[in-house]
């Protein structure tokens, strides 16, 4: 089931942040998203499996990852520089 993000919608701000997302699965993707200011889902990237992806964000930035199975990993808000790792 694809990630649900509870009604969160990004927040403008000028405070740059740095976003490092880490799939350590052996057997699947993981698709990046970032949920608008509108709380719609904008796709950033697909990691590859053992990949990694680095993203510019802002604080107050929704992100949330699923994989190519289709399941939610997670759905956060960034506030600092931050190393999202998914196993």
């Known amino acids: 089931m694809s ?3 509870y ?4 927040v403008g701000s000028n405070d740059q942040r740095e976003l490092i ?3 350590q699965i052996h057997d699947r993707s993981a698709n990046l998203y970032w949920i608008n200011f ?3 889902k904008v796709h950033y990237a697909t990691i ?3 990949g990694r992806h680095v993203q ?3 604080a107050g ?3 949330c990852s699923d994989n190519s199975y289709g399941y939610c990993d997670i759905v956060f808000v ?3 520089n931050v190393e999202i790792i998914i196993k």
């Open 78 to 80: 960034v506030q600092n």
């Open 21 to 23: 997302v880490v799939n």
């Open 3 to 5: 990630c649900s993000t």
């Open 7 to 10: 009604g969160l919608k990004s």
């Open 56 to 58: 510019q964000t802002y």
């Open 38 to 40: 509108n709380g719609e």
């Open 48 to 50: 590859p499996p053992m």
């Open 61 to 63: 930035h929704v992100w």
